[in-house]
């Protein structure tokens, strides 16, 4: 649910998103908030009471779209997802936990917010894609798009595979090479061309750890609880 559904045609008829759709792993529908709201001018926004800068997205089109989509799509019990810088942040395992939903509502605000009745009525979650601002809840909405697809099976081929990336056990990825095997002086680390499986699986690991530890010490605990 978006005022702005173009946003999410290009991206989604590109690379792995567009060969998910046509091998029917994943359906995207995108509905415009705006075609749905009872205002003759098409109005969706108002000024807040009680004051205060900005405009505020009016409840009754984000309802109306919403009653649209459960009914035209048969939806049981959807996750309804609001992206704002309020909700919880977002994570791999909230994106894991999300691509077990059969079906997904992710509602895209803008302006200064939605009022909260509509909130209080339609969301179940509510998440940030990180500690800054943006003007719209889209680029988080194809975010999370992205992110869950790719868990859905059959999405990624085999080389594509998640199994080993960041994240996986709390571990940042190790350092990846390919061709040629020496770049402006610099050459592939001799383990990578020994052809040893175990020693280069050593080194992957403890790369992996180096990394973490030195940039993220918070997932490096994790890492190690678990
Ligand atoms: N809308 C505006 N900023 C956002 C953020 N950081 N995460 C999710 N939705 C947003």
Request: proline share 5%; aromatic share 10%; net charge negative.
């Amino acid at each position: 649910m978006t005022l702005f559904p173009e946003i999410f045609n290009s991206y989604m008829s590109e690379s792995i998103m567009k060969r998910a759709i046509e091998k029917e792993l994943i359906e995207v529908h995108v509905y415009n908030i705006r075609d749905f709201s009872a205002n003759k001018h098409k109005k969706v926004d108002d000024y807040p009471f009680g004051g205060g800068a900005g405009m505020l997205m009016t409840p009754q089109p984000i309802y109306d779209t919403y009653k649209y989509i459960v009914e035209t799509h048969n939806i049981e019990s959807p996750r309804v997802v609001y992206l704002t810088p309020k909700g919880q942040v977002y994570k791999q395992e909230i994106a894991s936990d999300l691509s077990l939903s059969e079906d997904i509502i992710l509602l895209c605000g803008h302006y200064e917010g939605i009022d909260q009745r509509v909130i209080d009525l339609i969301v179940t979650d509510e998440v940030s894609i990180g500690d800054y601002v943006l003007t719209g809840g889209e680029l988080p909405a194809l975010i999370m798009i992205d992110s869950i697809s790719r868990l859905i099976p059959g999405v990624l081929s085999q080389n594509e595979s998640f199994e080993e990336e960041s994240f996986k056990d709390n571990l940042l990825e190790y350092p990846h090479y390919t061709r040629p095997r020496e770049f402006m002086g610099i050459s592939v680390p001799d383990v990578l061309l020994s052809g040893n499986h175990q020693k280069i699986e050593k080194w992957r690991l403890e790369e992996s750890i180096k990394i973490t530890k030195e940039r993220r010490p918070d997932l490096y605990k994790k890492s190690c609880k678990k």
